[in-house]
Nanobody, 125 residues
């Protein structure tokens, strides 16, 4: 059984930082990649960042570039999203998702194979 367990969300003031974690187990292949998505009640789920399982290359949405950093700890099957200089518009439920490299690279939510339960990030102004 595939499980993606997220943690690290919370309430923070604008300009603050949070680190999200996503620990994966049971993935069908070592090639599977992990990506982070976020969703608010007003917007469709959007891709935020992903990290390649093959070469560690990363992608960031323009809205978070320079502020967020994705990294992985392969020994513990965990991917982190370090979020700095947080803004109120970063407020959302953050989800990690797993899929084949091709699918994750699209950052298209409906193409991903597995999802975590989501963790709320709230940034106050």
């Amino acid at each position: 059984e595939v499980q993606l367990v997220e943690s690290g969300g919370g309430l923070v003031q604008a300009g603050g930082s949070l680190r999200l974690s996503c620990t994966a187990s049971g993935l069908p292949s070592a090639d599977y990649c992990i990506g982070w998505f976020r969703q608010t009640s007003e917007k469709e789920r959007e891709g935020v960042s992903y990290i390649s399982s093959s070469d560690g290359s990363t992608y960031y949405a323009d809205s978070v570039k320079g502020r967020f950093t994705i990294s992985s700890d392969n020994a513990h099957n965990t991917v982190y999203l370090q979020m700095n200089s947080l803004k109120p518009e970063d407020t959302a439920v953050y989800y990690c998702a797993a899929g084949t490299p091709t699918r994750v690279a699209t950052m298209t939510w409906w193409l991903q194979d597995y999802w975590g339960q989501g963790t709320q990030v709230t940034v106050s102004s």
